[in-house]
């Protein structure tokens, strides 16, 4: 059980972390450019509502947010084991509790629009 | 029993370069994080409707919000290339007897990255 598990939060970490490499810079680009007040055309809310409504999209969207967050948890589990902190089950649960919670939420989020 | 070298649980990363070449790379992540939720509160402003997703573009507009997308804007470029300089190391490809060079793996990576980039860019209206 515990080598099932360890395969298969790498195998997120590892997805999540590949798929952030590709998309994430562009898309803190975007949100920068939001953050200047500068918001590019996509952010105006016809835009991204229309966006966000294609199936396609949703599920583009859930992967990249969803596997962000496992691929985040796991490795600050193993950053924080790295820095000295030895109560990797409490990590490992809020991390990965906190991933979870991320990834039921978005769903919710994108089957509401 | 073997003398075995005292080692620091918690500084050990500052003893050699590569070292902590390796923590900085495993810190991004907090970044990647960051992004994510901000992502995550985007689209559940949208599921709330033009008004919830206004408030959400009020609450990005601010100084706050400037220096941590610049911090999560450069972790970001930061993570991707560090992160295909070690795909080649993660996963080796074999052809027949030799193996695909890894300057191969990491430079097709960079142009997918590149060019997914600049469709990303374009779509989104930045330029």
Known sequence: MARVNKALFWSLFAAGGTLTAFVFPALAVVVLFTAYGHPPDIMAFEQ???????????????????????H??????TALHGIGLRADGLVAVVGYGIAALGTVLVAYYLLRI | MAYVRPVSKTTWYLAKRSYTVHMVQELTSLFVAILAFILLWGIGAVAGGPESYQAFLDSMNSTGMLFVM?????VMFYHAVAWFSVTPKAMP??????????SLIAGGHYVVWVVLSVIILLLAGVF
Do not use: C, D, Y
Request: charged content about 15%; glycine content about 12%; proline content about 2%.
């Open chain 2, 93 to 102: 490809i074999q052809r027949g007897e030799e193996f695909v060079p890894g």
């Open chain 2, 70 to 74: 610049w911090g999560v804007t450069v």
């Open chain 1, 72 to 77: 985040a948890a796991h490795r600050m589990r």
């Open chain 1, 48 to 70: 991204i509502h229309g966006l966000l409504s294609n199936w396609l999209v949703k599920l583009a969207a859930f992967g990249t947010v969803a596997l962000a967050l496992w």
